[in-house]
Every structure is written in C-alpha cells, then in structure tokens.
C-alpha cells in the first residue's frame, strides 16, 4: 500500500463528504417538490452552472478512458478533442429554447417535452426507457473510475476487504444525493473541478519537463508507435477519416441528449445563463486535449498499465512523488461522485415523471413524487454498484458502448421536435425503433470472440465501397429516414397527430 | 426612489422586450464554422508545419478548441450582446 498516496485521497474524499451532505442547507428549498431536488430549484448562475455542467460532462471515467484509449490505438482517440469542441455551438443553438420551454412548462425530462409536444404517451416512454438504458453503464463506469484509482493505491486488501473502499464511496455517495439532490453533486463539482485542474495543469507542466518537453514527447510516441506489431503512426491512415468525422460529430450530437447533462442545463437560473457557459465551457475541453497527450506521455515514459484503464494513474505513480499521485486520484475519484450522483438523479426523474407517474401513480402528490425519484435513485446506483462488483469491467464499458448509439436515436423527437412538429408521432417510434435496432445490430456484428470486445465502428458497405463509421451515426441516418417516409405516408392515410400542448409563446424567453 | 425598489427595473424590462425582438440570429450562421474546420480532417491531418516539435494535427485541434470558444463569443455578442 502506497501510504502518503492513501492519507492525502482520504483525507481529501473526506473533506468532499462533508460538502456534500451540507447540500440541504445550501440555497435551501423545499426538497419534498421534485423540481428542488431533482433541479436544484432552477436556480444556479453562471458561474456555478459552469462547475456543475463542467463537472458533469467531464466525468471520471473520460479522464481515464481517454487518454487509455490514445495509449493503445494512437490518433484515432484525439476525436475527443473535436467532439468536445463542436458539442457547443450546437447546443449554444437549441438549449436556451428548451430551457425556456421546460422552464414554462415545468418540465424535468426531456421525455416530459415529447409528451406534451406530440401528444404520444409512446413516445415519452420509449425516450425516458432509453435514457435510463443509457446512463446505468455510465454510473456504473463512474464507479470502474473509482475502482481503477484505489487499486492504483493498493488500498483495499485482498478477498472479503478487497470492495470494502468502493462500498464505502458508494454509500457516502449515495446518503448525499438522497438528503440533498442535485444541490449536493453541484456543491462537491467545486472542489472536484479545482482538483482537476491542479492535477492536469501540474502534469502537463512536470511531465514534459522530465520527458524532455512536447516536441520530444511526440517524436518519441511517434518511433515507439511505429514499433509496435500492428505499426500506427502519428497521423490518421486515410481509412481512418470516416470513423474520426463520424465518431466526433456523433458524439458531439449525443452528449448532450443523455438526460444527466440535460438535467445540469436545466437546473441554470436563464437561457443566458446556459448561453454564457457554451463560451466558458469549452476551457474544459482544452483540459480533455492535455489529458489526451497523457495517453502519448504514457507511452514515452514506458509505463505497463495492466489494462488501458490503469493508464494514467500508472503515469501519475511514476512522475510524481506519492502524495500528488494520491492528490490526483482523490481528483478521479472526487471526479467519479459528481456526474454519478446527477445521473442517478436524472434516470431517477424519468423513471418517476414518465413511468411511474404516468402509469403506476398518476394521481400521487408532489411529495410522494419526490419521495419516489430520491428512491430510484438510490436503486440506480445499487444497481451500478452491482453492475462493477459481480460482473467483468467489460460489461460496463461494452454496454457503454451501445449506449451511446442508443441515447443519439432520441435526438429526432428533442432537438427537431424543438423547431418544428413536421415529424408525425408514430413515425418518430418507428425511426426509434430502427434507429435502436440498428444502433445494436451494428455493434454486435463486430464481436471478436479473441479479445471479448465489440466496437462502435461498423463497416458500411455502400455499392463497391466500404465506409467504416460510428454505428450510431449510421443508425440515426437510418432513423431520419424511416420518420421522413412514415411521416409522408401516416399523413397521406390521415393518421391523427394528435395535439401540441405547447404554443408559439411558451418558447419565448422572458427578458 | 429612483435607485432602487421596483420602478427603476420596469423601464429596463421594457427596453429588453424591445431588444429581443431584435435579437439578430443571422449570425448564427457564424456557429458552423468549427464544424467545416474539426470535421474536413483531410486538411490538417500532416506533421508540419509543426510549433515547437508538436505535429500540426495536435495543435491544430487545441487552437480550434479555443477558437471555438472565440466563435461562440462573437455570436453572443453581435446577437444577444449587451441586452442579457
């Protein structure tokens, strides 16, 4: 056991969970009204929406996987860098107008909108369905992230002891966003935010210091690339461009459909405030880029991460002195708690606006449907913590991995749904549907039984051509299509649309 | 009194009524620009020119990353600046 690294990650995850359960008592509000829990009451400005959104996109597991995937599969990962860059001005665009509408409306999900926009209680539930889907690997991941930085520590022991450390995370995690709902996560994103910042700032200046400075660094991950059996280089191999374009437009488009990222703008006091943060949010980003170079610094350093995960906390073990690897992983971890604990909150919101109210309890006051989402939430989490204690890690990644294809086939009903009601309602279940299926098939299809990995890159076939891209990508193409045609035919056969609860001045922005 | 309480925000509301309505998203249009830059890949994807070691395909995306930052700005400030 590392032990300076062990003292400063406790000392620190403790002082986080003191923040934590201070949540209730921060900018207090009634937590029995599940818009005060679930959203912090609408309320955060600028500045702490930048923190709670920042803290919420960049989760644990980006920071871990990212630079692990750059280590293994060389450029092909720094999509990250134009993904995280091009998710902005696109949500600069729709977010202010469904801020306002949800504002309006007293809307808390995204499904919430779908209902009342076009009239189809299908159409809500497949949406809350697919963003449940979607963030349960997430959480699950979140916790992976913890895991990975624990072991890096040899904190833990051996046999029965061996899970005590992330149990005990998770129950910490757990106890505060039950009492204080988002208010918690948004009071920790501070700190959680500082530490990060202070760990990737110091490694970006420290290690290339040591490694002989960033010319040297890509040179030499450039030579050490090219020596490997199967020899990448610096740049793309041409084949490679689709996949880059796809899987950074892709998920640029999909970020911002899960429903924990939707529930961060939500909770934003204005429109202007949410338009504000796409200027400021992208600093971020730029701490995602150095991040992504740790990958290439891994790799000149000569660490031998027993899996691509352990990347960046085997490089933080062998650059720094003990106690600033234990600082940086408290960073991850802290890092970890965060989006968890607004992802929870924000399948919990589906699962209790758009099942449980809308089929198990339609008559249930505001009290029982807070009492309710603080519940889920808790089983969302007890289910991720299953999810990494009993089955492989790569379950969760795997299931991550289709869960990004998934959550990008709800965009057609959000975003479009935003702008016009073109679309007939059945016609966008079917585009879901195909959208789903497709966005399923496609992983699946790549299996390799060797090394028990799918991957979200399917090679299209198109005439003579083969087009390897991101498979959600493909799906949501296949899913536009689908919506398009049905909608031209259920019109033609008269097939009622049912009726826009919204009008033209519930999108308007008060000033 | 004219410095604070309620009265003094009413005029101001009023004025920003009047700016929404001419809030100028033409520039919107200004938003694709890091899309055509990030995703033509083909045009940055080489070694030089490079800036002090680094391959122009890395710091190509880091400056793209801020410019898109500057992109966004600029849009804020031609269309909603100065009214929110």
């Given at each position: 056991m590392i032990w300076p690294a062990v003292?400063?990650?406790?000392?620190?995850?403790?002082?986080v969970s003191v923040l934590g359960f201070l949540g209730p008592y921060w900018r207090r509000g009634n937590l029995d009204l599940l818009h005060e829990w679930a959203l912090g009451g609408r309320q955060f400005g600028t500045v702490v929406s930048?923190?709670?959104i920042g803290g919420d996109l960049y989760t644990a597991y980006t920071f871990i996987a990212v630079p692990g995937f750059i280590f293994g599969q060389g450029p092909i990962g720094f999509y990250a860098l134009p993904y995280t860059a091009i998710a902005y001005p696109l949500v600069f665009f729709f977010a202010p107008r469904f801020w306002t509408i949800a504002k309006n409306r007293g809307y808390i999900t995204y499904a919430d909108f779908a209902r009342e926009r076009y009239d189809s209680r299908g159409l809500s539930l497949v949406i809350a369905i697919t963003g449940i889907l979607a963030t349960m690997p997430y959480i699950?991941?979140?916790?992976?992230?913890?895991?990975?930085?624990?072991?890096?520590?040899?904190?833990?022991?051996?046999g029965a002891l061996r899970d005590v450390p992330i149990i005990a995370a998770f129950v910490i995690l757990a106890v505060y966003t039950y009492r204080g709902g988002?208010?918690?996560?948004?009071?920790?994103?501070?700190?959680?935010?500082?530490?990060?910042?202070?760990?990737?700032?110091?490694?970006a200046i420290v290690i290339p210091a040591k490694?002989?400075?960033?010319?040297?660094?890509?040179a030499s991950a450039g030579v050490a690339l090219a020596a490997r059996p199967k020899a990448l280089g610096l740049l793309l191999p041409q084949a490679e461009y689709p996949a880059y374009i796809s899987l950074a437009l892709g998920s640029a488009l999909a970020i911002f459909m899960y429903p924990h990222n939707i529930t961060g703008l939500m909770s934003a006091s204005g429109a202007r405030v949410i338009r504000r943060n796409m200027i400021a949010l992208p600093v971020y980003s730029l701490l995602l880029a150095f991040l992504a170079t740790f990958g290439y610094m891994a790799i000149v350093a000569g660490v031998h991460p027993a899996t691509a995960n352990e990347t960046v906390p085997q490089l933080l073990l062998a650059m720094f002195p003990p106690w600033f690897a234990?600082?940086?992983?408290?960073?991850?971890?802290?890092?970890?708690?965060?989006?968890?604990?607004?992802?929870s909150i924000a399948s919990a919101n589906l699962f209790?606006?758009?099942?449980?109210?809308e089929y198990i309890n339609p008559h249930c006051t505001d009290r029982q449907e807070a009492t309710n989402a603080k519940l889920v939430s808790l089983i969302m989490k007890l289910g991720a913590l299953f999810f990494v204690l009993i089955l492989p890690t790569e379950y969760a990644i795997n299931f991550q991995l289709f869960a990004g294809g998934w959550i990008l086939q709800t965009l057609p009903a959000l975003i479009i749904g935003l702008y016009t009601r073109w679309f007939h309602r059945n016609a966008l279940l079917a585009g879901w549907a195909v959208g789903m299926a497709l966005a399923t098939y496609m992983p699946l299809s790549t299996y390799v039984a060797a090394t028990k990995h799918f991957s979200s890159i399917y090679a299209l076939h198109v005439g003579s051509s083969v087009i390897s891209g991101f498979a959600g990508l493909y799906a949501l193409i296949a899913n536009l299509l689908v919506a398009t045609i049905l909608t031209i035919v259920l019109d033609w056969l008269r097939i009622t649309r049912g009726a826009d609860k919204t009008t033209p001045e519930d999108y308007r922005e008060a000033a | 009194m004219p410095s604070e309480g309620p009265s003094p925000g009413l005029p101001k509301t009023a004025g920003m009524l009047q700016h929404k309505r001419g809030a100028d998203r033409r520039w919107y249009w200004l938003l694709l620009i890091p899309y055509v830059t990030m995703l033509w890949v083909p045009s940055y994807n080489s070694l030089q020119p490079s800036l002090a070691g680094i391959p122009f395909f890395y710091w190509y995306q880091f400056m793209w990353i801020a410019l898109t930052a500057v992109v966004i700005w600029v849009v804020y400030m031609l269309s909603h600046g100065g009214r929110e």
């Open positions: 003292v400063v990650f406790v000392v620190l995850f403790a002082l930048w923190f709670l699950a991941l979140q916790l992976v992230g913890i895991q990975v930085v624990i072991a890096a520590m040899g904190l833990g022991g051996t988002l208010r918690a996560p948004a009071l920790v994103a501070f700190v959680k935010d500082i530490l990060i910042y202070i760990t990737v700032i110091t490694a490694l002989g400075g960033y010319g040297h660094i890509f234990g600082f940086g992983f408290a960073a991850i971890a802290i890092g970890a708690l965060v989006p968890a604990a607004i992802m209790t606006r758009n099942i449980y109210r | -």
